[in-house]
């Protein structure tokens, strides 16, 4: 086999940009900022922040700390970390199925960025000029039902992710993350901008932001904790992936601190960018996926403008879903790279045409293969059900719970660089309050 030589991340900085680019994500651009004004406004990004910071914060940082103590793909890092702590190497299945989750996902997650793709590309063309809402409805059922265009356009957005992922760690992802990031932020600040002028901000910022403390109920909070816990990809191997790159001059509590910050600004200015439309047409907020791909292109294909605004609109979404999709294959190829003779090119050639075959029973459930269940689910729900519902949750609530139980506590401190009652507060939130939280959050979705 041959010796790997662990990449290093450049700077605090890109690790920071990469770990952004990974939270952000095709959620962001539309689920937040539509939990946030359906579910209390401010309040709820209140609760969100508290949340975040006794479930969320924790995790992505035991992610870290346990990647970046075993250099190693996610499996060999869990591996060899509970063999230096004296611990059973059967905490290797806490990588593999972090492994497990970000091939799985990546498998339908790039059927969906196919979708955006084709629909940039139907921006430029002008496919949404003039068109009723029955035309438009039609053309995403007519996307959906066509196999052909569907396995084209996924195609197209797994070659893109390949591409980027066999570049390995400096050339690859941090030049992808350096570019696209930066791309993110004045695409949404464009948007901002134009919706500043639309008539209808004002409208907006009263839905996202004005506090309703009487809409703060059970299942508010609990799917400001669901949304906490997802929206930092935790559980699916990236972060142990990712924290393996890292230098131990980081400041792990720091850095996620700085991390979650920016994937809520993103998210938040995404809804400032959003509804300003979705208002000034009248447009059905609780449309799910449908406002994405069925009445933004409706709004936009009647506009003055139109014919730019969905293309940045689409631009947007297609680098959001490609630096989620980066990351989700770097835990498959840096885990594939280091436990077989593979060099990094054919490692990132093997793992993404195994994801990309996967895609396609997915991306068949919409036409071909619509008739085939899996537990009374198509193919595509299926997958997403057992990620999200099962395996992640269960792979996060191992790694924190690995943390704070079973690794030395005065090791974890020191590395944290706590004390007193800094200390005592990461005990108490790594042991018990993160660990009850996931639980809690994994019942519910039951």
Not at 11 to 19: D, E, K, M, V
Not at 129 to 152: K, M, P, R, V
Not at 299 to 325: E, K
């Amino acid at each position: 086999m041959a010796k790997i030589t662990h990449a290093q991340w450049s700077s605090r900085l890109t690790f920071i940009l990469a770990a952004t680019g990974s939270a952000v994500g095709l959620g962001n651009i539309w689920k937040f900022p539509y939990m946030v004004g359906e579910s209390g406004g401010a309040a709820f990004v209140l609760v969100y922040l508290i949340c975040i910071a006794l479930v969320g914060l924790p995790i992505l940082v035991a992610e870290w700390m346990l990647g970046r103590r075993g250099q190693k793909n996610p499996i060999n890092t869990m591996i060899d970390v509970a063999r230096q702590e004296g611990r059973s190497k059967a905490w290797g299945l806490v990588g593999v199925s972090g492994v497990l989750v970000a091939f799985i996902i990546l498998s339908f997650y790039s059927v969906i960025g196919g979708w955006s793709l084709s629909y940039t590309l139907g921006s430029v063309t002008g496919a949404f000029s003039g068109q009723d809402a029955d035309a438009i409805g039609e053309l995403f059922n007519g996307l959906l039902a066509d196999s052909g265009t569907l396995l084209l356009w996924h195609s197209v957005f797994m070659i893109l992710v390949i591409g980027i992922v066999a570049r390995g760690v400096t050339a690859g992802l941090e030049g992808a993350v350096r570019t696209m990031m930066p791309a993110l932020g004045i695409l949404l600040l464009v948007l901002v901008g134009y919706g500043m002028f639309s008539g209808h901000f004002g409208e907006t910022l009263s839905f996202m932001f004005n506090p309703d403390w009487g809409a703060l109920g059970g299942d508010i909070i609990l799917a400001a904790m669901g949304q906490a816990f997802f929206t930092l990809s935790l559980g699916m191997g990236i972060m142990l992936a990712y924290g393996s790159y890292l230098g131990k001059e980081v400041n792990l509590l720091s850095t996620a601190a700085t991390v979650i910050i920016l994937d809520t600004l993103f998210a938040l200015v995404a809804g400032l960018a959003i509804f300003p439309i979705v208002f000034a047409n009248g447009l059905d907020l609780s449309s799910g996926p449908g406002l994405i791909f069925v009445t933004l292109p409706l709004a936009f294909g009647n506009m003055t403008g139109g014919v730019i605004l969905g293309l940045l609109f689409f631009l947007l979404l297609t680098f959001a879903a490609l630096t989620s999709a980066i990351s989700l294959l770097e835990p498959v190829v840096e885990t594939v790279e280091e436990r077989t003779p593979l060099s990094r090119t054919w490692a990132t050639l093997v793992a993404g045409a195994a994801t990309w075959a996967l895609g396609i029973a997915a991306l068949l459930s919409f036409n071909a293969w619509s008739d085939v269940t899996l537990l009374g689910l198509s193919i595509f729900d299926f997958l997403d059900n057992l990620t999200s519902k099962y395996l992640m949750p269960l792979t996060g609530l191992a790694a924190i719970v690995f943390v704070g139980w079973f690794l030395n506590k005065e090791g974890v401190v020191q590395e944290l660089k706590l004390g007193g009652t800094g200390a005592m507060l990461w005990h108490v939130t790594s042991r018990f309050i993160a660990p009850i939280g996931v639980i809690i959050v994994f019942i519910s979705s039951l």
